[in-house]
């Protein structure tokens, strides 16, 4: 039996690691390998202001990612996380500069914002069964085309409200110990990568979403609703992509419409790296957060390696190419 812990190997009973944790360990080492690699090349990237630049770097990918887990562990995809992140930035700039709402209703405007815009896409995919594809595409198109309507094509700013850079760019760790100035954004990271492990793994949205994305109809037979409960894991990752918008609009200090086309094939090559299968059923969210460290660091060495912009997106397009069939072919040897 392939799916027990121990195989036999020349009459003796060998142990198996789990695909999952094989992969999670490649992509550890990889990243690993990558911090060496660029560490050796330069001395100013593991300096410890680099390493805080790549850590906050990480956490607006890294909150798209984890939202992005749930959906791709059902099986399927959401395109639209990078332009309902700036929509959710877009709606709290209204919310707090325009209409003067206090921050913290602003915050909460801008969070619900995404969890709607997940909530529609939900609704088209499981209820008028649009394919994911093609429903989150559609919803890709709104929000970038919302995002630039209400905010007349141009940034609000929040100068009116210093507290609210605060929010990414503050630091509460530095405040209670001098010196270990590491950004409230990266904080938020990692906090929303706890939870999301917890929801994933100890309640039952988490266990439904990896029935489903395991065997959707057999989920549906066993007598889950399985229509309600994709509705509420694509509006889940509304509620982390509207967190990413507010964490993006506060380290810029302003809510930029243009911005956001391109950050949802980070996030979907983060959630693969981690060993998220695209076949959906298998995901953890500690293997995400190394994607998405992975994604960072290597945008980054690139960076202080003075290559050029556009040999950048190259190396990322590659990587994701990577990613992806890795998945492959981690899927035909289960098969096998």
């Not at 929000?143 to 141009?154: E, F, R, Y």
């Not at 210093?162 to 760790?173: H, T, V, Y």
Request: aromatic share 8%; glycine share 12%; net charge positive.
């Amino acid at each position: 039996m392939k799916d027990t812990a121990l195989v036999t190997q020349g009459g003796k009973r060998a142990p198996v690691i789990p695909p999952g944790l094989l992969q999670q360990v490649l992509a550890f080492g990889s990243l690993i390998v990558l911090v060496l690699v660029f560490s050796l090349a330069s001395g100013n990237f593991f300096q410890f202001s680099n390493i805080v630049g790549i850590l906050l770097s990480t956490a607006v990918i890294g909150v798209l990612a984890l939202g992005s887990t749930f959906v791709i562990i059902t099986g399927g995809i959401d395109l639209s996380v990078g332009t309902v992140m700036t929509l959710s930035a877009v709606m709290t700039g209204v919310f707090i500069t325009f209409w003067g709402l206090p921050v913290p209703l602003g915050l909460l405007g801008g969070i619900l914002t995404g969890a709607l815009c997940g909530m529609v896409s939900g609704v088209a995919i499981a209820k008028m069964k649009i394919p994911p594809f093609i429903a989150t595409l559609a919803m890709m198109m709104i929000a970038k085309g919302l995002a630039l309507v209400i905010s007349g094509t141009k940034p609000i700013y929040f100068t009116d409200h210093p507290a609210f850079g605060e929010i990414a760019l503050g630091s509460l760790l530095a405040s209670l110990i001098p010196g270990f100035a590491i950004p409230n954004a990266v904080l938020v990271f990692f906090a929303v990568a706890i939870i999301g492990a917890i929801v994933l793994s100890r309640t039952i949205i988490g266990r439904y979403n990896l029935a489903i994305g395991s065997n959707e109809e057999a989920t549906r037979l066993s007598g889950v609703n399985v229509t309600f409960w994709k509705i509420v894991i694509y509006t889940m990752t509304g509620l982390f992509t509207g967190l990413a918008g507010i964490l993006m609009a506060s380290r810029l200090n302003s809510a930029q419409p243009a911005l956001g086309m391109g950050y949802e094939l980070e996030a979907i090559a983060a959630v693969v790296i981690g060993g998220t299968s695209l076949s959906g059923g298998k995901g953890t969210i500690v293997g995400t957060v190394i994607g998405a460290l992975i994604m960072s660091v290597l945008t980054n060495g690139l960076r202080i390696l003075s290559v050029p912009q556009e040999w950048q997106t190259v190396v990322v397009g590659f990587v994701i190419v990577l990613a992806v069939y890795a998945d492959i072919l981690r899927r035909r040897k289960h098969a096998a």
